[in-house]
């Protein structure tokens, strides 16, 4: 398949649809190679119709994908004009030759070689395999054979120098060499996190007070240490559990973090067991059992260190870096303090 640039020095004449929502402008001060790049600025509102820009593949004639579907992908290199964002509001259409079109939203954290957009040059990488080709309600009669041009649809708001747009050589094994490359960019979580912090358990815990089946408190020794104090009993009501995040209810990054460990110390007041739940924000959980029976020394305190690589969180598809809470979960009745609950690799 012979396609040329969408945009370059000498084959970069792009149609837009602006109307007045918007400005689009070839700029000789910025570019990524070359003497310059395309300056689009817009901000869609009800007023405006559609807006966007688009090029042929190959000089308005037909282009077939058929067997190039999964061996190609859009590159274009983009910059803010100012400032840093996390996302371009921008839908792709394979748009062929009788009207049908395929589409798809350029989701940055899928297809953009960095963690943000901001005023240096980065790349974005469409596989082109990932438009629903075939599959849409909407719009499955897109004819793959005879595609006549990719239009880029502006949604939202947005300021951007865009520039080298054009389609390339891609494989699967290459996509998945970018996501790792961008993986390695993301930042890494504390080694040394403290979960449970004295004095602020009913404002990071749920579960707290009393219920149904279950007491749980903070209680203070002659020392005036305080810890947690949990009673329940799940042989009646079946519900006695309670989970604690320690960032405000916001993301906790365990990247980087994995050969750390969950440390705490309990005392066994009742003989009891009961399950430690670790759960991230799109629903993943992994659980681990915690028996009395390890611990004979019941009315002293004792300390537990579990190495989160028992939790397999990476053989579990979690979302790492966006770990909601840990929740504990009691069977049968029991009785137990905790104290310095925490993350460490000491």
């Known amino acids: 398949m012979q396609t040329d640039p969408i945009f370059d020095e000498t084959k ?110 980065k790349a974005i990488i469409v596989p082109f395999w990932h438009f629903p080709i075939g599959d849409e309600i909407e719009n499955d009669d897109v004819d793959i054979s005879a595609i006549k041009q990719m239009k880029f ?37 504390s080694m040394e996190q403290i979960i449970y912090q004295e004095g602020l358990l009913n404002e990071f815990a749920w579960g707290t007070g009393q219920k149904a089946c279950q007491e749980l408190s903070e209680r203070s020794d002659l020392s005036n240490n305080n810890y947690i104090h949990w009673k329940f009993d799940a042989s009646q009501c079946g519900w006695a559990k309670w989970g604690i995040n320690w960032n405000d209810w916001y993301s906790i990054n365990f990247r980087g973090v994995l050969s750390a460990s969950l440390k705490f110390r309990i005392k066994m007041i009742q003989s009891t067991s009961f399950d430690i739940r670790i759960e991230d924000f799109t629903g993943n959980a992994s659980v681990l059992k915690i028996d009395s029976a390890l611990y004979t020394n019941q009315m002293d305190w004792q300390e537990v260190s579990i190495p989160l690589s028992k939790f397999n969180l990476s053989e579990s598809n979690f979302k790492i870096d966006r770990i909601k809470q840990i929740v504990f979960l009691g069977h049968g009745q029991g009785e137990i303090e905790l104290d310095d609950l925490k993350i460490t690799n000491q």
């Open 12 to 121: 970069g004449t792009l149609w837009h649809s602006l109307s007045d929502c918007g400005s689009f402008e070839i700029n000789s001060n910025e570019a990524y190679s070359g003497n310059s790049s395309v300056a689009i600025s817009w901000q869609k509102s009800i007023e405006c119709n559609w807006m966007g820009f688009g090029n042929t593949f190959n000089n308005w004639q037909p282009t077939n994908l058929k067997d190039e579907i999964n061996k190609k992908a859009l590159r274009f290199y983009v910059k803010t004009q100012s400032g840093e964002c996390s996302s371009i509001p921008i839908v792709l259409a394979l748009e062929d030759f009788y009207g049908g079109g395929s589409y798809l939203f350029i989701d940055a954290k899928k297809y953009l070689m960095g963690l943000t957009i901001d005023s240096t040059w």
């Open 153 to 189: 649809q502006l949604e939202g708001s947005g300021s951007f120098y865009l520039d080298a747009i054009e389609i390339i050589d891609f494989s699967l094994a290459e996509y998945q060499k970018m996501l790792a490359y961008v993986e390695e960019l993301k930042p890494n979580g």
